[in-house]
């Protein structure tokens, strides 16, 4: 199987959670769950097609 090529660049946006494939931070979500405190995505990379997931949790600051 032939690697995927890299994404040297992107257009607009640069603030996205990277592809762990290629890199791009282009992504939309394509399902979202809420376990307790924890949101778990599932993503898809816009430009290699990845799917990828991630946790999300917050965190308590006391100022």
Known sequence: ?????KYSGVIGRQD???CE???C???HVVKTEHI???TKRIRHCRHCG???HTLETRIE???
């Not at 199987?1 to 090529?5: Q, S, V, Y």
């Open 1 to 5: 199987m032939a690697e995927r090529k």
């Open 16 to 18: 996205g959670i990277e």
């Open 21 to 23: 494939e290629c890199g």
């Open 25 to 27: 931070r282009m992504s």
């Open 36 to 38: 307790g405190c924890v």
């Open 50 to 52: 990845y799917i990828f």
């Open 61 to 63: 600051r006391k100022i």
